[in-house]
Every structure is written in structure tokens, then in C-alpha cells.
């Protein structure tokens, strides 16, 4: 049996946040992602290609958009489970990247994984000293 989604711009986006978010906690908190829902991650960054993409029983119809690589200060908040105000904090202080486009300040998604690693790292570099 094959499920057909077939989702507007704003869902579809909507729903990659969502799973963007849930897959930084996942790292954050060193559990995994489970299967299924990677599969749909993968689907839906597909969703812009030549062929709609078929995944264990997963079809998602063809997109013209692109998807969003970059966070507000609030979505990036949500992924790491703090306040947009302290994401700002961040970025003055110069431990979390954004980027200007326009008058608007976002931080890429790869930069908050990356910083959610590092937080890891040194989680784990305290873990060593007691």
C-alpha cells in the first residue's frame, strides 16, 4: 500500500521545520530519529526534483518550491528549546552564526546542528572531569 501526501508550500515547509526540530533534539539528547520519519525527511527535501520520490510505501506529489534552510531567531529557539532572545545572545556573543539577508537576521540549519554538537562536546568533556 502506498500513501499519497500531497501538501501546499506552507504544510510542506511547516512540516520539515517540524522535522528539522525533532531531529536536533534527537542529536541534542543522543537518541536517534526513527526510521519512518527519516524516510519522510528524505521525502520531503526530495520533493523538488525531476521524479516524485516513493519511499516504503510513502508518495509525496511534485513541488515547485524551495525548501527553507534558514531560521528565524524563534524556529531556531524551538530547535534547541530555548528563547528567540537567547538565540540572540548567541549570535552577539559569537557562539551561533546568522546570516543578514536584507534587514532580517536567520541562522542556517546546519549551523544550529553544528552548535548543538559542539554543546555535546563539551557535555561530554565535563562528564570526563567528575
Known sequence: M???????EWSAASLARALDDYRLRCRVNGGRMSPVLEQLELLIAARSGPER???????????????SLLQTYE????????????????VAD?????VRIGSARRVHRDDLLNFAERL?????????ED
Not at 524556529?75 to 548567541?90: F, I, Y
Not at 555535546?120 to 570526563?128: I, M
Open 2 to 8: 502506498t500513501l499519497v501526501l500531497q501538501l501546499d
Open 53 to 67: 520520490p516513493t519511499v516504503d510505501g510513502f508518495e509525496l506529489a511534485p513541488n515547485d518550491g524551495l525548501m
Open 120 to 128: 555535546r562536546g563539551d557535555h561530554d568533556d565535563h562528564k570526563e
Open 75 to 90: 524556529e531556531a529557539g524551538r530547535a534547541l528549546s530555548v528563547s528567540p532572545r537567547t538565540v540572540r545572545r548567541l
Open 94 to 98: 559569537g557562539e551561533l552564526k546568522a
